[in-house]
């Protein structure tokens, strides 16, 4: 079964301490990203990556770093998390015609 | 700059139709795709659009006109589950997905 899983999918962690939310796919795909979503502001990308080893910044990518050493593997790393992370994020890959996006990750910064 | 309009809620009764409209403005055009998403769900795909015309899909239709920078998703038959969030996602000249904020559907009995 096709899939996108990320882990964890639910985290609350105090200001400072890093984290990282894992994401991994199953479909072979080159293209990967990360989103925000908050009320009011729809899904905003913060990286993306068209292959190993390559990575670029979306829209939103103060205070956020991710790496592709794997094709299947693209995880989202906070090194300084803060409040204003506080957020649910979505991994997504895609093919040419569609995208599937992860279970998503509620993160709570306090 | 890009930009991707979509009304931000509507109401509908059970069994009726109903068409969320998006418009856009991209810099460059790779297709346009619908998501359905339940709150604090992940977004699911519905359609996608890459040539003008209309693509049908059981209850659901989704139409495109480049031209214009306009789609419309047109879901008929509408049932209590179809209450959701629809997003509206453009794929520009860099292959990245620019989303819209999104239309919440509210179906009443």
């Known amino acids: 079964e096709a899939q996108v899983t990320q882990n964890p999918r639910y985290l609350i962690t105090v200001t400072g301490k890093k984290l990282t939310v894992t994401c991994s796919q199953n479909m072979n795909h080159e293209y990967m990203s990360w989103y925000r979503q908050d009320p009011g502001l729809g899904l905003r990308q913060i990286y993306y990556?068209?292959?190993?080893?390559?990575?670029d910044k979306g829209d939103v990518p103060e205070g956020y770093k991710v790496s592709r050493k794997e094709k299947r593997n693209f995880p989202l790393i906070l090194e300084s998390p803060s409040p204003n992370q506080t957020s649910l994020y979505f991994c997504?890959?895609?093919?040419?015609?569609?995208?599937?996006f992860g279970q998503g990750t509620r993160l709570t910064v306090v | 700059g890009q930009n991707i309009d979509q009304p931000t809620e509507m109401t509908a009764t059970e069994g009726a139709i109903v068409q969320i409209n998006c418009t856009y403005q991209t810099s460059g055009f790779n297709g346009l795709f619908w998501y359905q998403q339940h709150a604090g769900e992940a977004p699911t795909f519905l359609s996608y659009n890459v040539l003008d015309g209309l693509e049908e899909k059981g209850r659901f239709s989704s139409f495109l006109s480049r031209s214009k920078g306009y789609s419309y998703l047109l879901l008929k038959e509408l049932q209590m589950k179809d209450s959701a969030s629809y997003l509206c996602a453009v794929r520009g000249s860099t292959d990245k997905l620019i989303f819209g904020t999104g239309t919440r559907l509210q179906v009443f009995p």
């Open positions: 990556s068209m292959n190993v080893e390559v990575t």
């Open positions: 997504a890959t895609g093919g040419n015609t569609e995208a599937f």
